[in-house]
């Protein structure tokens, strides 16, 4: 356009700054600069020489430019022409003279003109433009006159209701080098302005939402830079980096997180090489507080008229939040997919107007097909089974045609045969009455409908196992009320099912048992028992009353609610009578054993009394006829059948308290090898008189002290050695004691062996029965009660032990008592001993015997005195109490039972008189367990039985002076 205009013409920006020309204007051989001065100074020198030129500028383009004409006044025709051409403009140019008259107008339209071209020539402003415009336009023209430069009015139309808006340019015109006139250039600029109000609006709002914290941050980036010019504040919100200079303190490269780098720098670097206008990246950068903070950046390129990239703007935007809701969503949809598989649970959606499907990947799985198989309405009817094919069409069909849902359980089909149990669900999305969209799920519950019919069978068996047994079976209510019976309930109680159903089942139960019934049904609702088991009585119909056994369980919901009770009702009145009569058996029983032990108690008494001065006398008579070999052994078979009739009443007075249960057990220190030394000291004699070798061999292994109860120990070891040299004519007989360590405690084992006459099979199954002997002469001969071995045996179990043995006849037997006892640490405790009275004694030692028998006294006092006693003789429980000489005794041998104050009662006036000296009970009685209770205040030292073995007395005395001071 600018090269077909007939004069010198160039384009100028809004600095007056030329920017391109015409071929005309080139011909002129004229500096640029020198034009650019000549709109200041009116002079533009060509050639060397000056000349006048009249500059004509058009109108003003949106970016600023304009058109400059350059007319030499001395040229008409070139005149002529620019007047043509301004008068083609779209803008009013006005020529005002010296008088600020009008002196030329050119318009292409004369009613853009504030009057008619011919009105206005050679008229003053003031005449043809109102005030307060022609008063601003007149002082303008006056500045302008008189030398000033090149000034622009705004100004809105002057005409009423005209909302049009204006420029006027004025510029001066020179004639030489004086201003002639001035030159008025008039160009609307409403739309302009309204565009310039609208784009500071618009900025306005952009400056406003991007100082908000959240709004995205813009940027230019210039081709030949790699740094940003950030137009946004806000961007110190999204980085924690201030803006210095329109730059940030820190490089924006320098915040990505590293492992984002690479895929930023390749996207970037193939956006610049592509013909792509835009991009969008998302990646992580660290804050200057320490958080990830996930950016969405936005690129757009500047291109220019080659198409080469002058610069890149964009926006960084904050979606941290966004980010974590998809990663959220993401998670929440794997969730689902995994619970749609867990639950098998396949979706589906249907559009009916294109016929498209979507089926999710779970659904795939259950009908067993490709996902990338191409899915058709009619395709899906296949996979049902052809009975259940028409069923799912008809659904289908409906659900698409007229909306209407359906939850249907069909089978699909397989390869071989195979079929699943679906439940198949289909909803309809509905505009008005029209069918839009379609959804649903299928559901594999193959599973289920395996459980259900699993269930079914049960529930089948349980009814005809409920209906069959031969027990009573119910269902009870959580309000009592029979909910089932079944024949057997029936047939047990007199009433038929109907008269049963729906009565309370407490209805039935004997009135004294329903409160223990309410208290055990309660304890299973509050959840206390899973189960109640009892014994109670029913009611029959005609009245007749009959016990049952009832097992009942609560059967609870999912929650664990209970919802009804099963019971099973036995009939167990044949048993319960059977009990009874056997416990009114068994009180018959015990008191007839009450009656024998009242009575064998009271015979010991009776027998021990006279048998403690029959022992007492033949063991005097055996120790004082010593030198008188005929009559000490005539004393000496006394003093046998004496001991053996003593040991016949000692074991028939142990069977009784063992088969009672009060047989005590007591836990001292034992030694073992004392213990031996004692049986063989008695046994040593026998031996020696029957020619047999006699050995004890002791382990050295065997602890020195054992935790257990050396009298019965004694007493199981005195009968199998007795035994042993009883029923051994030749030979020899052996005692081995071995065993081994197991931890706290030692495994003893203690062997008898013999070669004596040995035991025949018969014998040998009963031998540790009562009164059991064998019937051969040999044993015939020797004699014996038959209760040792029993006795040794229950007192070895009594002792968590056992005793057994191994026997051949005519070759001899071994016997072997096991016990497991706890090792006791060494000590001074002093334990069972057999020393001789010669190795002790008790010279000086004052006792008080308290005894109202005379011979027990007689017996008493001539063992005291022999081992050198002081002995005082009280003759009933009066006379000690009142002896003055009390706080002299040393010990004090009490009967127990006196006529008058026993013995007991004795002993508590005693202390109640503070007399400390030790007191050993005397006693016939042999169970002496509610006695103990008696006297467990008094500090009783020990009991000594009668009849009154020397040497157990000997050592019991001994015991307890030697651990106190004698006075």
Not at 473 to 497: F, H, R
Not at 563 to 576: A, G, K, S
Not at 857 to 884: D, H, K, P
């Amino acid at each position: 356009m600018l090269q077909q205009i007939p004069v010198p013409a160039v384009i100028i920006d809004t600095d007056n700054k030329i920017v391109e020309t015409n071929s005309l204007f080139d011909q002129l051989n004229v500096d640029r600069k020198d034009v650019e001065n000549f709109l200041s100074t009116g002079m533009l020198e060509v050639y060397g020489r000056k000349s006048s030129y009249k500059i004509e500028i058009g109108e003003r383009q949106a970016d600023g430019s304009a058109i400059m004409l350059i007319v030499e006044k001395d040229f008409a025709e070139q005149s002529q022409a620019m007047a043509a051409l301004l008068q083609s403009l779209e803008d009013i140019i006005l020529e005002v003279d010296s008088q600020l008259r009008f002196k030329n107008a050119w318009t292409n339209d004369e009613s853009r003109l504030f009057a008619p071209k011919k009105n206005i020539l050679g008229k003053k402003i003031s005449d043809i433009i109102p005030p307060p415009l022609s008063i601003q336009l007149s002082d303008v023209c006056q500045r302008i006159l008189f030398g000033s430069s090149v000034e622009t009015v705004t100004y809105g139309s002057p005409i009423p209701n005209d909302n049009r808006e204006f420029e006027a340019r004025m510029t001066p015109v020179y004639t030489g080098n004086e201003v002639s006139s001035v030159a008025v250039l008039i160009r609307e600029t409403t739309e302009l302005n309204l565009k310039k109000r609208q784009l500071r609006e618009a900025l306005g709002r952009l400056e406003l939402i991007t100082g908000l914290p959240d709004s995205p941050v813009i940027y230019t980036a210039q081709a030949d830079t790699i740094s940003n010019r950030f137009t946004s504040q806000n961007v110190v919100h999204l980085c924690g980096y201030d803006l210095v200079d329109g730059e940030l303190e820190k490089s924006w490269g320098e915040l990505i997180v590293p492992e984002d780098i690479a895929q930023v720098d390749t996207s970037i670097q193939e956006f610049l090489s592509s013909n792509d206008q835009s991009v969008q990246l998302n990646y992580r950068i660290h804050h200057k507080d320490g958080r990830t903070v996930w950016i969405r950046e936005s690129m757009v390129k500047d291109l220019n008229r080659k198409q080469e990239i002058t610069a890149i703007h964009g926006t960084l935007m904050d979606i941290t939040s966004l980010q974590s809701a998809l990663m959220n969503l993401q998670a929440n949809q794997d969730l689902l997919n995994r619970a749609g598989h867990v639950a098998k649970l396949g979706a589906w959606e249907f559009n009916p107007k294109s016929g498209k499907y979507f089926w999710s990947s779970e659904l795939y799985q259950i009908l067993e097909i490709d996902p990338d198989s191409e899915i058709k309405a009619e395709s899906g009817l296949d996979y049902y089974h052809p009975d259940d094919r028409n069923k799912a069409e008809e659904a289908f069909v409906a659900l698409v045609e007229k909306g209407e849902k359906y939850d249907i359980d069909v089978r699909l089909h397989y390869e071989h045969g195979r079929t699943k149990w679906v439940r198949s669900i289909g909803l309809p999305v509905l505009r008005g009455d029209e069918v839009i969209f379609c959804y649903g799920m299928i559901q594999d519950i193959t599973e289920m409908k395996d459980r259900e019919r699993e269930l079914h069978e049960s529930m089948s068996l349980f009814n005809q196992a409920f209906m069959n047994a031969p027990l009573g079976i119910t269902l009870i209510g959580m309000d009592g009320l029979w909910l089932k019976v079944n024949p057997a309930l029936c047939s047990l109680t007199g009433y038929t099912e109907e008269e049963l159903v729906g009565r309370h089942f407490m209805d039935l139960v004997h009135p004294d048992d329903i409160p223990d019934d309410k208290v055990a049904f309660n304890q299973i609702i509050e959840g206390k028992a899973e189960t109640i088991e009892r014994e109670k009585r029913y009611i029959k119909k005609n009245g007749d009353i009959f016990w049952v056994k009832m097992n009942a369980s609560v059967v609870r919901d999912k929650s664990g609610n209970p919802r009804y009770f099963i019971t099973q009702v036995f009939d167990v009145t044949d048993r319960r009578n059977y009990e009874l009569q056997i416990l009114k058996t068994s009180e018959e029983a015990r008191k007839a054993a009450k009656a024998k032990s009242e009575f064998l108690a009271q015979m010991s008494h009776e027998i021990r009394t006279p048998m403690n001065a029959v022992v007492g006398i033949t063991n005097l008579l055996y120790e004082e006829t010593r030198n008188q070999p005929e009559m000490h052994e005539k004393i000496e078979v006394l003093k046998f059948g004496a001991d053996n009739l003593l040991s016949i009443v000692n074991d028939i007075l142990d069977v009784s308290k063992i088969e009672q249960g009060s047989l005590k057990i007591d836990m001292l220190n034992v030694d073992i090898r004392e213990i031996l030394k004692g049986v063989k000291g008695i046994y040593a004699q026998r031996a020696d008189e029957k020619q047999l070798d006699f050995n004890v061999h002791i382990g050295e292994d065997v602890p020195m002290l054992l935790k257990g109860d050396p009298q019965r120990i004694t007493q199981i070891l005195n009968n199998l050695v007795s035994n042993a040299i009883k029923y051994t004519n030749k030979g020899k007989v052996d005692v081995y004691v071995e065993g081994e360590r197991n931890k706290e405690n030692f495994d003893l084992s203690v062997r008898v062996v013999d070669t004596g006459i040995g035991l025949d099979q018969d014998i040998q199954k009963i031998l540790f029965e009562p009164f059991t002997q064998s019937n051969s002469s040999a044993v015939k001969n020797i004699g014996g009660t038959g209760l040792g071995l029993s006795i040794s045996k229950r007192l070895a179990e009594l002792m968590d032990g056992k005793l057994t043995f191994h026997s051949v006849l005519n070759q001899g037997s071994e016997f072997v008592l096991n016990l497991t006892m706890k090792v006791v640490r060494k000590d001074k405790t002093k334990t069972t001993s057999s020393t001789s009275y010669g190795q002790l004694g008790l010279k000086g030692v004052r006792l008080l015997l308290v005894e109202d028998n005379t011979m027990n006294v007689y017996v008493a006092t001539r063992f005291l005195r022999n081992w050198g006693c002081t002995v005082e003789v009280s003759m009933s429980g009066e006379q000690a109490i009142a002896r003055s000489d009390l706080s002299e005794i040393d010990i004090i041998l009490m009967d127990m039972q006196m006529p008058g104050m026993n013995g007991i009662e004795t002993v508590e006036k005693l202390r109640e008189a503070d007399v400390e000296a030790p007191v050993f009970m005397l006693t016939a009685a042999t169970d002496l367990k509610e006695k103990e209770n008696e006297w467990q205040h008094l500090k009783i030292e020990d009991v000594i039985f009668k009849p009154i073995v020397a040497d157990d007395l000997y050592h019991k005395l001994y015991h307890v002076i030697s651990s106190k001071s004698v006075k």
